[in-house]
């Protein structure tokens, strides 16, 4: 600890998966031959409609700050796309578009929580949710679940968990880093819960939406008790390959949406002006436009299962949605593997990076550590020689 700095920056720790890419790209560099599964980025170009879209909107000199919140023509992009995917109805003034669906994370947690204040994640949960929340003030609440509901809480969990200083609950799904993806009926058992508190704020993280291999998108906000309290998040990186554009954007409460609004003002101001222009194709288009992603991710889904459900002590569910896999592997835990004693996810994710040359992610950093994170979000070979190179490293 650096006492000169800050005790929030001390007190935060570093994101799991952005310190394996690190690691994994120093290791290239110094000629290991490194296959890394634990970045959650997309392999495929960006669709040629959109990069034609991006130089048009150069050409066409824009260049000056944008809105805060976004550019109009935006925000309708966003408004006809929650429209015609989600059956959602917003205005302007209710949509933030911000620099990647982390930012609005930020911005809605930096508006709303105060010191003390509790925020249920459903765990497992995305890295950076944990410390959002306390950066914000907040204090994490997490519920656990296992790979025998799916890394899905219940209704009974959720009432248990639910306190007087409860403000929040914050969750994604499709999930990552589970790809578990809540139905209908699951949200609204749910929502019947929290119905009955109605000061806690749902935020539905949707950055995955459709990477969804069940054929239908549900959001708690769809349900109109929900609506007025439920925050959706989403934004371009996934679904279309849109990573380094850094857009994402909220559906809100106008009251929540304002604040965003302020506070972004702030702080990084309105975002990347090409990539807005860009993002406004992206969305106009509709989602058969990048289905053959979608197409290539479920093939690869079932690659990377088969190929894991035939190492002994890898445990795997089936995800619905996202391009993750979470297996449970503490099996392995008070084992030696090559001479190194296995206490933890941890300690087997450095092994595999070490023995394997095959980057993964603890599952520690996700809430639970009794699994690591692998990404399918990687061509077939790399899949089929990563998974080889595990299968040999432990057994």
């Known amino acids: 600890m650096n006492k000169k700095l800050s005790k929030r920056v001390n007190e935060m720790t570093t994101s799991a998966t952005l310190a394996m890419a690190a690691k994994a790209r120093e290791l290239k560099e110094a000629g290991k031959d490194i296959i890394s599964l634990s970045l ?10 959109i990069k034609e879209s991006a130089i048009q909107a150069i050409n066409d000199n824009y260049h000056a700050y944008p809105p805060v919140d976004g550019y109009t023509e935006l925000k309708q992009a966003i408004i006809k796309k929650f429209k015609r995917d989600n059956n959602l109805d917003y205005t302007p003034a209710q949509i933030v578009v911000s620099t990647g669906a982390k930012q609005s994370l930020a911005n809605i947690a930096m508006v709303l929580l105060n010191e003390g204040d509790e925020v249920i994640l459903p765990g497992p949960y995305w890295v950076s949710y944990s410390d959002i929340t306390r950066l914000s003030g907040g204090i994490p609440v ?40 809540y139905s209908k009926e699951e949200l609204r058992a749910l929502a019947d819960v929290l119905s009955k508190y109605p000061d806690i704020i749902v935020v539905s993280d949707e950055i995955y939406e459709h990477i969804n291999f069940i054929g239908e998108h549900a959001s708690m906000a769809q349900f109109e008790d929900m609506y007025d309290r439920t925050v959706v998040v989403n934004g ?67 690659l990377i299962l088969n190929l894991l459900n035939d190492i002994p002590g890898f445990s795997c569910n089936q995800p619905q949605g996202a391009f993750y896999v979470f297996p449970d592997i503490s099996s392995y835990f008070g084992k030696e593997l090559k001479g190194t004693k296995i206490n933890n996810a ?42 080889r190179r595990i299968k040999e490293a432990v057994i």
């Open 236 to 302: 371009v990186s996934k679904a279309f390959s849109m990573t380094g554009w850094r857009i994402g954007y909220i559906g809100a409460p106008e009251w929540i949406a304002r604040a965003c609004n302020k506070i972004q003002g702030q702080i990084t101001s309105g975002a990347n002006c090409i990539a807005q222009r860009a993002t406004i194709t992206a969305l106009e288009n509709p989602p058969s436009k990048i289905q053959y992603m979608i197409d290539a991710f479920k093939e690869r889904r079932t």
């Open 346 to 387: 941890s300690d087997l994710s450095l092994y595999l990076l070490e023995h394997a040359n095959v980057a993964t992610v603890t599952g520690e950093a996700f809430g639970d550590p009794n699994c690591i994170r692998l990404s399918y979000a990687a061509s077939t070979e790399e899949i089929t020689e990563a998974i």
């Open 40 to 49: 959650g980025e997309p392999d495929f170009a960006i669709p040629d409609f």
């Open 142 to 181: 997490v519920i656990p679940s296992n790979i025998e509901t799916d890394f899905k809480i219940s209704p009974q969990q959720l009432e248990s968990a639910i306190t007087p200083k409860t403000k929040m609950i914050l969750f994604s799904s499709p999930c990552n880093p589970s790809g578990s993806v």
